[in-house]
């Protein structure tokens, strides 16, 4: 059954650092193209990064771009994503799925940004 378990969020103040990680009990993991997305509090949730199951091709949403980087270790099957220069508008709950969002969502890890 696949899971997916994120850890690593927490409360910083604008301008820091946190490094999310993702640890996927899935026996095909490096197959994915694996992602990260976000739901801030009354929105819907979106696309952050993703990042071919080569680890040689990475996406970002826009506003992200220059700060955040994502990686992956296939042989721990493990996704992280290494955010920098935090702004208050990355505070959400962060979740990792596969690039289609299809599989089974985990419970998050939050992230709050104070200003």
């Known amino acids: 059954q696949v899971q997916l378990v994120e850890s690593g969020g927490g409360l910083v103040q604008a301008g820091e650092s946190l490094r999310l990680s993702c640890a996927a009990s899935i026996r095909t993991f490096s197959y994915y193209t694996m992602g990260w997305f976000r739901q801030a509090p009354g929105k819907e949730r979106e696309f952050v990064a993703s990042?071919?199951?080569?680890?040689?091709?990475?996406s970002y949403k826009d506003s992200v771009k220059g700060r955040f980087t994502i990686s992956r270790d296939n042989a721990k099957n493990m996704v992280y994503l290494q955010m920098n220069s935090l702004k208050p508008e990355d505070t959400a709950v962060y979740y990792c799925?596969?690039?289609?969002?299809?599989?089974?969502w985990g419970q998050g890890t939050q992230v709050t940004v104070s200003s």
């Open positions: 990042i071919h199951w080569t680890g040689y091709s990475t």
């Open positions: 799925n596969n690039r289609d969002g299809t599989m089974p």
